[in-house]
């Protein structure tokens, strides 16, 4: 096959000793010298384009998206961005399900009022087209899949990660598995991955077994990986912190807060807010990176090594030990061994934030004042709120503070969870007489 684009464009780096690799022919998405991950590297000097350059074009697309067209950097909110995210990918090569245009909300009152006095958003990630933000990387990743040619792609999940590799791969005309927990995903994350096609797999173990079984099938077997281990998904989540900047006409907020899972969403952010720094951009954004009771390493190891409120990477990386995770609503975050953890403590030390750890009633609480508001989010959104309630309580996030909370996916998804913890709101009644449906609502 020829080769779409040159590793003199874009390649991969070893976040550890700074190895090069091919981005098109690497296929097990781990340093052959010393075993860590990669990032992907672009030769944006030959693009010759100041910050400002890039404002333009990108505000201009924005304008268009409502428009009928056929270019991907208009259908989505993603490609949008595409000389930052994949500069060099032709657009005939990329997968696009006409992902990443989605709404930024301020805080209702209920939240607002639950939170504390900062000022808070939301950016609804679950208004995507398998209602998760793993599209926003999904469409990079299946994109470059294409590009080098592969036939088959799997991957491990909790259940957000099957259906957008599932609904991409079949867009690509590319084979598609998903390795997931036996009773462990919701019926909704378990039928999104068989809607769209893919050989499904139950292992009777957790999502870090199957991840586990995920990483030895592409070190051994050749499998191409879905997951954040393939440094292409982070290359579209990056788009979260571009749309966020411009929102805010290309200010970012003093906080942006995510609930941390494998890991991938503040493993972009971070690399997002580094690339606009390279550019110009002035200040960014500080990290606050969330887990629940349940699945903590990171917030554990956090606490363990940060005083007064920061932590040294070296001082984290030394405490950090994986944990076995429990039982908790948040299942996409049910995750006691992160595959990103590196990318993450990098990426907050960074930008001098922190880790939060939601306790369970805090996060399922936080579910159900969003929805007093209109809006219905999963548990793993309900851990970010939760963290930035937590933070602002103990001071980190200071009174006024403009904070951007990710909210990775559709409610719709977890509906049985968000049900049997509000079922104190049901009322049944023992006929089916007017009178008696009256009586209830003047009481």
């Keep these: 096959m020829q080769k779409i684009f040159g590793i003199e464009q874009s390649w991969l780096s070893c976040i550890g000793c700074g190895f090069k690799a091919d981005l098109l022919d690497e296929r097990k998405f781990r340093c052959p010298k010393c075993g860590n991950l990669y990032d992907i590297d672009h030769n944006f000097g030959s693009l010759n384009k100041t910050l400002g350059d890039y404002i333009k074009v990108f505000d201009e697309r924005a304008a268009l998206s409502a428009h009928q067209s056929e270019d991907p950097a208009i259908r989505s909110g993603v490609w949008r961005f595409k000389e930052w995210i994949m500069p060099f990918m032709p657009d005939n090569l990329i997968i696009t399900l006409n992902e990443g245009i989605v709404p930024i909300v301020r805080a209702g009152k209920h939240l607002q009022g639950w939170v504390g006095d900062i000022d808070l958003y939301i950016i609804m990630e679950g208004m995507t087209p398998t209602g998760s933000f793993k599209d926003f990387g999904g469409t990079v990743m299946m994109s470059v899949a294409n590009a080098a040619g592969i036939r088959a792609v799997g991957c491990a999940s909790t259940g957000d990660t099957s259906a957008m590799a599932a609904a991409y791969a079949t867009a690509a005309g590319i084979?598609?598995?998903?390795?997931?927990?036996?009773?462990?995903?919701?019926?909704?994350?378990?039928?999104?991955?068989?809607?769209?096609?893919?050989?499904?797999?139950?292992?009777?173990?957790?999502?870090?077994?199957?991840?586990?079984?995920?990483?030895?099938?592409?070190?051994?077997?050749?499998?191409?990986?879905?997951?954040?281990?393939?440094?292409?998904?982070?290359?579209?989540?990056?788009?979260?912190?571009?749309?966020?900047?411009?929102?805010?006409?290309?200010?970012?907020?003093?906080?942006?807060?995510?609930?941390?899972?494998?890991?991938?969403?503040?493993?972009?952010?971070?690399?997002?807010?580094?690339?606009?720094?390279?550019?110009?951009?002035?200040?960014?954004?500080?990290?606050?990176?969330?887990?629940?009771?349940?699945?903590?390493?990171?917030?554990k190891s956090w606490n363990l090594a940060q005083k007064d409120g920061e932590a040294a990477l070296e001082e984290w990386e030394a405490k950090y030990e994986p944990v076995k995770a429990g039982d908790t609503s948040a299942t996409a975050a049910r995750i006691g061994n992160p595959v990103s953890r590196d990318k993450v403590m990098r990426e907050i030390t960074h930008s001098y934030g922190a880790m939060q750890v939601a306790a369970e009633h805090d996060l399922n609480e936080a579910v159900s004042i969003c929805g007093k508001d209109g809006h219905f989010v999963c548990p793993q959104t309900g851990i970010a709120l939760a963290g930035v309630r937590n933070a602002a309580k103990e001071g980190w996030i200071k009174k006024g503070d403009r904070v951007v909370a990710v909210s990775t996916a559709t409610g719709l998804k977890f509906a049985e969870t968000a049900v049997a913890h509000l079922q104190h709101n049901i009322i049944s009644v023992s006929d089916c007489k007017t009178e008696t449906v009256a009586k209830i609502l003047r009481g």
């Design 175 to 299: 084979q598609c598995a998903v390795i997931l927990p036996k009773g462990k995903v919701t019926g909704v994350q378990l039928a999104q991955p068989l809607v769209y096609g893919a050989k499904i797999i139950l292992l009777p173990g957790d999502f870090d077994d199957c991840m586990r079984v995920m990483q030895e099938l592409v070190a051994n077997y050749g499998l191409y990986p879905a997951n954040s281990l393939n440094p292409a998904r982070i290359e579209g989540h990056q788009a979260t912190v571009f749309q966020i900047a411009q929102y805010f006409g290309w200010q970012l907020p003093e906080w942006i807060t995510v609930p941390v899972g494998n890991g991938s969403n503040c493993s972009s952010i971070g690399k997002a807010m580094r690339l606009m720094e390279r550019f110009g951009q002035g200040k960014i954004s500080r990290i606050l990176g969330c887990q629940s009771e349940a699945a903590n390493p990171l917030g």
